[in-house]
């Protein structure tokens, strides 16, 4: 089907009412999957009181989730020609403000896992549909305030705002809240969303539903997500679902690639003449790479806050609250330089990775004594940093794409965000339990229990606690039990700082990698390709 509507150009008040409702309206809706995508995060432990589930029953809601935005996301251009963007956002809407209502009323487990499954479905259509309705409605002109305005939903609330939000719920009210506050957003973006006659106009060209290729890559998409979730819980490629889970996501995404490239105008769930843009070929590298930041950094530092610090959630959340000024007024910044200084889209993104750098190795000089005051400015520049690099590598990576392939970038660009994110809390989950056995063990080695530093120091932490009035034989074995306490926590703390460092070398690393790829690219596009 052709294409019948035309990008939003006028400039009068009454005109620009429906665009700015569509605006609104996205940015809105997408909020409901920044609160449920999010939600396991902070609440897990009470959910599965709340469930009365095992650790391993509990998990599926966890992967199951990812997995199913992941397939939702490859869907989009399909359902997109079957029923236009505008009716699949709407639905999508629709279905996940329905399901985090019914999350919010549901302790059975098998229920709430099924509707995961709707929450991360809808919010795959979401993001990708929303996203690829801006491009098509509004001009390439207006697209950095436009996409800054959207990243607020889509990339700064479950980094930022989410955490403050589940913490603060957590504490005083009940985990079940924190679906249903999604309700509002998802009714609100619904209905501004309704308000723009414009967007229901955009049509997307029909394909072929490619039923294998949604098979092969469900299978894809399912198994990795069970490895990089479950891995580190099983001691990886130990365990034999583990290495049968990555067998079978392995062979199920050889086979789609070969039948990607041999039928390439038959399969419809990827279409990777996308790739032949030298700005999307670069994007979507540089996308695993800044899923990586976001996702990695908001795991660790929360966690370091819960497992070193002995926050409350709510307190854990507040640590990164302050970024998201920083974060939004990057943004605008960056929408600033590009739109009205015509720089090139690319132009912050090494500010982003040295800042980032810079931010996580601040961190990584963080101590159990420290406090909200010590990491906050660490904080504040991850914030700044991730607003140079995330509007950027989106401009970069699909303004320049032919209208037809669209939905496709949108798609595949949603996906590198996403598996880099995996990837990211996949390694970090296991780096800080090897590092943390491993410092443990270091330090240990050198408490002997016939030294006599060790026996002055038992001695002290006894009669001090013989004098607050416990009796000599207890608070002998007491003191002995809590420096067996204070070594665990130094080596969780040396361990934590270990990856925040990481972090750091990781982006060491990228930052030249990234710059050979975009080399690579500029030799093998046409310059017209080129950002």
């Not at 009716?87 to 809407?93: D, F, I, T, W």
């Not at 985990?175 to 955009?202: D, T």
């Not at 590009?338 to 040295?354: D, S």
Request: hydrophobic share 55%.
């Amino acid at each position: 089907m052709a294409n019948t509507s035309h990008p939003i150009e006028t400039t009068t008040a009454a005109s620009m009412a429906g665009p700015l409702f569509l605006l609104a309206g996205s940015t809105v809706i997408v909020l409901t999957d920044a609160l449920a995508g999010t939600a396991l995060s902070m609440a897990r432990l009470d959910m599965m009181g709340g469930t009365h589930a095992s650790a391993d029953e509990f998990a599926k809601l966890d992967y199951g989730y990812t997995a199913a935005k992941l397939i939702a996301f490859s869907l989009t251009p399909w359902l997109a020609g079957l029923l236009t963007l505008y009716r699949c956002v709407v639905m999508a809407g629709v279905v996940m403000t329905a399901a985090c209502f019914g999350a919010a009323h549901i302790n059975d487990l098998e229920l709430l896992f099924g509707l995961r499954l709707l929450q991360g479905m809808s919010g795959g259509v979401l993001l990708t549909g929303t996203q690829a309705l801006l491009f098509r409605s509004f001009t390439r002109k207006h697209q950095p305030v436009v996409q800054s305005i959207y990243a607020v939903g889509a990339v700064v609330a479950p980094a930022t705002l989410a955490p403050y939000m589940h913490g603060w719920l957590l504490d005083r009210i009940d985990w079940s809240f924190i679906f249903l506050w999604s309700v509002p957003f998802g009714i609100a973006g619904i209905a501004m969303l309704a308000l723009s006659p414009h967007s229901q106009e955009v049509q997307s060209k029909r394909v072929r539903f490619d039923l294998e290729g949604l098979l092969l890559f469900t299978v894809a998409a399912s198994s990795f997500t069970y490895v990089l979730n479950q891995g580190n819980r099983w001691g990886w490629f130990n365990d034999r679902t583990i290495v049968i889970a990555s067998a079978a996501g392995f062979a199920a995404l050889g086979l789609q690639l070969i039948r990607q490239f041999c039928d390439q105008p038959f399969a419809t769930i990827f279409n990777f003449t996308v790739f032949r843009n030298a700005n999307f070929a670069f994007g979507i590298v540089a996308s695993l790479a800044a899923g990586f930041a976001l996702l990695g950094s908001s795991f660790v530092i929360p966690s370091f806050a819960v497992s070193v610090l002995k926050m409350t959630p709510v307190a854990a959340g507040s640590l990164l609250l302050p970024s998201t000024l920083t974060f939004i007024g990057s943004l605008f910044l960056t929408a600033f330089l590009i739109q009205k200084l015509n720089l090139p889209g690319i132009v912050t993104v090494p500010f982003g990775i040295l800042g980032l750098m810079f931010a996580m190795w601040l961190l990584s000089a963080s101590s159990g004594d420290s406090g909200i005051t010590d990491m906050t400015p660490a904080i504040l520049i991850r914030g700044l940093a991730l607003g140079f690099l995330f509007l950027s590598i989106t401009l970069v990576t699909l303004m320049s794409l032919d209208e037809s392939l669209l939905l496709y970038g949108v798609a595949l660009f949603n996906i590198g965000r996403q598996v880099g994110g995996l990837v990211a809390i996949s390694f970090l989950q296991t780096f800080i339990e090897d590092q943390t056995a491993y410092n443990r063990a270091v330090l240990a080695a050198h408490i002997h229990p016939g030294s006599e530093e060790v026996i002055a120091r038992i001695g002290s932490v006894s009669r001090l606690l013989s004098n607050h009035g416990l009796e000599f034989d207890l608070a002998d074995k007491t003191a002995v039990s809590l420096i067996s306490k204070q070594v665990a926590l130094q080596a969780t703390t040396i361990a934590f700082d270990t990856a925040f460092f990481a972090i750091t070398i990781f982006f060491l690393a990228a930052a030249p990698c990234l710059i050979l790829w975009k080399i690579a690219l500029g030799r093998i596009h046409p310059a017209k390709d080129r950002a």
